[in-house]
């Protein structure tokens, strides 16, 4: 079970839009489509922000939205606003049964 | 509105045990699979432990090597993580957190967690 690959941070200014990525293999992120992303503040419980790819649960704004190619998933926040400076964490089933990345620290400028 | 409400957690010396527990509500909780996920200082979410609706299939993460032990006890809508032989490298917040879809113990997506509880190994 090796932890996906996400870039450890990332930036962005004000109404911009940023993508992280999230790498694994054809064993998890490439061979299901059960990817999830994860929002957390410091010090508090993480918040589902997408799942199945590509899917919001109801309340997260659809400023964030999900993909996937390949092997590689990727969370892209359009329209960036103060609040959304966060961790965030991708997760995949891996029949074993799941995998979660490594993090990324999205700093808004 | 669902809650879950982790306790347990506390100062261990390493080599010793403990018992966590998640008090769930508002749902119901023999439908869903749960699952604990840790957060050492620092350090990003590692998926620990899952286990079915009915309490009949359980997961565990490779790196445990049999110490830590899932349960769940319907009829008090809790769940359980026994912990033994506990290392320093166990240190960590630990999460509860609820599948996504009912009726299922293939575990893919965790709608909800709890606070999380702390768990220190140290002499």
């Known amino acids: 079970q090796s932890a996906l690959t996400q870039p450890r941070s990332v930036s962005g200014s004000p109404g911009q839009s940023v993508t992280i990525s999230c790498t694994g293999t054809s064993s998890d992120v490439g061979g299901y489509n059960y990817v999830s992303w994860y929002q957390q503040y410091p010090g508090k419980a993480p918040k589902l922000m997408i799942y199945d790819v590509s899917k919001r649960p109801s309340g997260v704004p659809d400023r964030f939205s999900g993909s996937k190619s390949g092997n590689t998933a990727s969370l892209t926040i359009s329209g960036l606003q103060a609040e959304d400076e966060a961790d965030y964490y991708c997760?995949?089933?891996?029949?074993?049964?799941?995998?979660f990345g490594g993090g990324t620290k999205l700093t808004v400028l | 509105e669902v809650q879950l409400l982790e306790s347990g957690g506390g100062l261990v010396q390493p080599g010793g045990s403990l018992r966590l527990s998640c008090a769930a509500s508002?749902?119901?909780?023999?439908?869903?699979?749960m699952s604990w996920v840790r957060q050492a200082p620092g350090k990003g979410l590692e998926w620990v432990s899952a286990?079915?609706?009915?309490?009949?299939?359980?997961y565990y993460a490779d790196s445990l090597k049999g110490r830590f032990t899932i349960s769940r006890d319907n009829s008090k809508n809790t769940l359980y993580l026994q912990m033994n032989s506990l290392r320093a490298e166990d240190t960590a917040v630990y999460y509860c957190a609820k599948d996504l879809r009912p009726l299922t113990t293939v575990i893919t997506v965790f709608d909800y967690w709890g606070q999380g509880t702390l768990v220190t190994v140290s002499s």
């Open positions: 508002g749902f119901t909780f023999s439908s869903y699979a």
């Open positions: 997760c995949s089933y891996a029949g074993s049964p799941v995998v």
């Open positions: 286990i079915g609706g009915s309490g009949g299939t359980t």
